[in-house]
């Protein structure tokens, strides 16, 4: 059987790709702008 | 079966990792969530970011809170994560990494790993990923315009835990706004917990959409579990040390797979690897000469 290894690398690459362009859509201050409010949902407030 | 210590090593790092995710010591003594910088790095796993310990967000989370808001998309960066460590090893963060994880072992009593759930219910976290997915942009409040982290508001029983009990309950602000929510969210938790303790892993294999997530790499990652056939002896020890009790030789990464190697440290013939690398395969043992 053929390893396909190919299929890793193209979705590690596809990954990293995500995480850079997020970043530079500004998307990790998005995160971090919800992330340093309390999550009144995960408690269980509505 | 025979008796199998679990890796401590693999324990160790369980324990660093939900350690290093939840380093903000004050904040347990406080009941204050961490509000630095290191905030806007998501962890791969299911860590809430709203427990008093957490350094970092959540992916789910994150996630659903960004597909919430108006005119926002899906988050590449949250996605580009989740998908880098799938593609890396698979499940391996829910076995390896996840403090919720941890948490379910440590509960669990010797005889969990011999209790299968029924297969029904191991095809519910693929509906939670699938509601997580989509359902914060589908189900938007004509009020105001904006979706809700409907997994973390009804399910999540990390985030009932993390937050809801060790900065819900402890906040005197918060406390009078707990109500019928809450309560669904504690017996949420509660039957998880109490399934803990009899059955390996219950939230993992039924009810995380990340741990979905990642099963759907476990055959594709980078890192597997490789099987040679050449030097395999048909003993299934390595199937009595799974504590899925999974057909490792037939399917070394099936997608319920959490990555805890355990088979591998029982195969006594070396016929499992976890690599990169392709292993050579020996030509099969034929056990009828043998």
């Known amino acids: 059987m053929q390893d396909q ?42 | 079966m025979h008796r199998h210590s679990l890796n401590p090593k693999r324990r160790l790092v369980q324990l660093a990792a939900a350690l290093t995710a939840n380093a903000h010591l004050p904040g347990f003594a406080t009941g204050q969530i961490y509000q630095g910088p290191v905030k806007q790095v998501c962890v791969p796993f299911l860590n809430c970011y709203s427990c008093p310990g957490a350094l970092g967000a959540c992916p789910v989370g994150s996630y659903q809170v960004m597909l919430a808001m108006p005119g926002q998309a899906v988050s590449l ?3 580009g994560v989740v998908t880098t460590a799938g593609a890396l090893g698979g499940r391996l963060v829910c076995g390896w990494l996840c403090p919720f994880g941890l948490l379910q072992e440590a509960l669990a009593r010797p005889s969990a790993r011999r209790v299968s759930l029924p297969r029904a219910l191991l095809w519910i976290k693929y509906l939670m990923l699938a509601a997580v997915l ?4 589908l189900l938007v409040s004509s009020a105001t315009g904006l979706g809700a982290p409907y997994y973390c508001t009804y399910v999540c029983p990390a985030g ?19 109500g019928p929510l809450f309560l669904w ?8 917990l109490v399934a803990m303790r009899y059955t390996y892993r219950p939230f993992c294999r039924t009810a995380c959409p990340l741990g979905a997530f990642y099963s759907l790499f476990n055959p594709v990652s980078l890192w597997r579990i490789r099987h040679d056939a050449g030097r395999c002896q048909r003993c299934h020890s390595c199937r009595d040390a799974c504590p899925l009790q999974l057909a490792v030789e037939r399917s070394p990464n099936h997608p319920e ?3 805890c190697l355990e088979c591998i440290r029982a195969c006594p013939a070396g016929a499992l690897t976890f690599t990169a690398r392709p292993v050579p395969q020996q030509e099969p043992v034929d056990l009828k000469r043998t």
């Not at chain 1, 970043?23 to 309390?38: F, N, S």
């Not at chain 2, 835990?161 to 906040?171: F, I, P, T």
Request: proline share 3%.
């Open chain 1, 5 to 46: 290894r190919w299929i890793s690398y193209l979705l590690a690459t596809a990954g990293i790709i995500l995480i850079l362009v997020g970043l530079a859509r500004g998307e990790a201050a998005d995160v971090m702008q919800k992330a340093v409010l309390i999550c009144l949902e995960c408690i269980g407030i509505r």
């Open chain 2, 160 to 178: 009932t835990l993390e937050a809801g009990l060790l900065v819900g309950l402890r906040d005197a602000a918060l406390r009078p706004l707990l």
């Open chain 2, 185 to 192: 969210k504690v017996l949420v938790l509660a039957v998880f």
């Open chain 2, 134 to 137: 989509i359902l914060p942009a």
């Open chain 2, 77 to 79: 960066y949250v996605t």
């Open chain 2, 257 to 259: 797979c959490v990555r």
